[in-house]
């Protein structure tokens, strides 16, 4: 049974296409019942045929593997394998790199030392919490606090110095000498020191939530949205008939 014959047809830039808008509802073939499914992850290089063949020893049923998945564009919404996820890399960030080589434009969306690749943030305790630079930087920004409020045995970085005398500073850290970036875990709590309200840190600790965010740059971003891909969801092979059954009907209905 060919899917795609059953599709009505529209115009298109003065040409007859078919009309993938009318895409069939599988809910109203089946129940929205999680038995109704299996979970299925896509391995490197496979296609819908292969996952079709595989699943329901059928390739000419990899629409039926597209449509459960709402996929209506197998070239760019199907996982691609390695070296088709890199091409796509390199021609999405080519221009903003300013690389015109293949391997310096992936080169450059793994560099860690610059901010211009990063395409957000992502939390360390709940990847799905993700956050845009601008946020990333006011949120940095709203834990920096004075000295005042250090706590023994806590890892912080120093921002700003202040007033406060290198001998305060040398009780605090325990270093010999202190600056702006310097990173130190105190030795005791920072009230008390004089002048401390003048100097700022932003803490390092596990503990400090300015530390919760880390970022995500473009290789990452792309190859962790074509990992997620991988994750689909195949209809319950006992559905199959019914689907065929039923399809005609569905998709020319008006």
Same mark, same amino acid.
């Given at each position: 049974?060919?899917?795609?014959?059953?599709?009505?047809?529209?115009?298109?830039?003065?040409?007859?296409?078919?009309?993938?808008?009318?895409?069939?509802?599988?809910?109203?073939?089946?129940?929205?019942?999680?038995?109704?499914?299996?979970?299925?992850?896509?391995?490197?290089?496979?296609?819908? /045929?292969?996952?079709?063949?595989?699943?329901?020893?059928?390739?000419?049923?990899?629409?039926?593997?597209?449509?459960?998945?709402?996929?209506?564009?197998?070239?760019?919404?199907?996982?691609?394998?390695?070296? *088709?996820?890199?091409?796509?890399?390199?021609?999405?960030? !080519?221009?903003?790199?300013?690389? %015109?080589?293949?391997?310096?434009?992936?080169?450059?969306?793994?560099? /860690?030392?610059?901010?211009?690749?990063?395409?957000?943030? !992502?939390? %360390?305790?709940?990847? /799905?919490?993700?956050? *845009?630079?601008?946020?990333?930087?006011?949120?940095?920004?709203?834990?920096?606090?004075?000295?005042?409020?250090?706590?023994?045995?806590?890892?912080?970085?120093?921002?700003?110095?202040?007033?406060?005398?290198?001998?305060?500073?040398?009780?605090?850290?325990?270093?010999?000498?202190?600056?702006?970036?310097?990173?130190?875990?105190?030795?005791?709590?920072?009230?008390?020191?004089?002048?401390?309200?003048?100097?700022?840190?932003?803490?390092?600790?596990?503990?400090?939530?300015?530390?919760?965010?880390?970022?995500?740059?473009?290789?990452?971003?792309?190859?962790?949205?074509?990992? %997620?891909?991988?994750?689909?969801?195949?209809?319950? !092979?006992?559905?199959?008939? !019914?689907?065929?059954?039923?399809? /005609?009907?569905?998709?020319?209905?008006?």
């Amino acid at each position: 049974m060919s899917f795609f014959k059953y599709y009505p047809t529209t115009q298109y830039a003065g040409y007859e296409v078919l009309d993938i808008t009318r895409k069939a509802k599988l809910s109203s073939l089946i129940a929205d019942n999680v038995m109704d499914y299996m979970n299925y992850t896509v391995a490197e290089g496979e296609r819908p /045929e292969d996952v079709a063949f595989y699943y329901y020893d059928d390739p000419s049923l990899a629409w039926l593997v597209l449509m459960s998945n709402n996929i209506m564009d197998p070239y760019s919404e199907w996982p691609m394998s390695q070296e *088709n996820l890199e091409k796509h890399i390199v021609d999405k960030y !080519k221009a903003q790199s300013g690389r %015109q080589i293949s391997h310096e434009v992936l080169d450059w969306t793994k560099n /860690e030392t610059i901010a211009s690749n990063i395409i957000d943030y !992502k939390s %360390q305790y709940d990847e /799905e919490i993700r956050i *845009n630079r601008a946020s990333f930087v006011a949120y940095g920004d709203s834990h920096k606090h004075s000295v005042s409020k250090v706590k023994s045995g806590e890892t912080y970085t120093v921002n700003t110095t202040g007033d406060i005398s290198a001998a305060d500073w040398r009780t605090l850290s325990g270093l010999s000498g202190v600056g702006t970036g310097t990173v130190f875990t105190a030795t005791r709590d920072g009230a008390g020191i004089l002048f401390a309200d003048t100097a700022t840190v932003t803490g390092e600790s596990a503990k400090s939530p300015a530390r919760e965010f880390v970022a995500v740059r473009a290789y990452d971003y792309e190859f962790d949205l074509n990992e %997620q891909r991988r994750e689909i969801q195949l209809i319950n !092979k006992g559905y199959v008939a !019914k689907i065929k059954d039923q399809l /005609e009907t569905i998709l020319t209905d008006v």
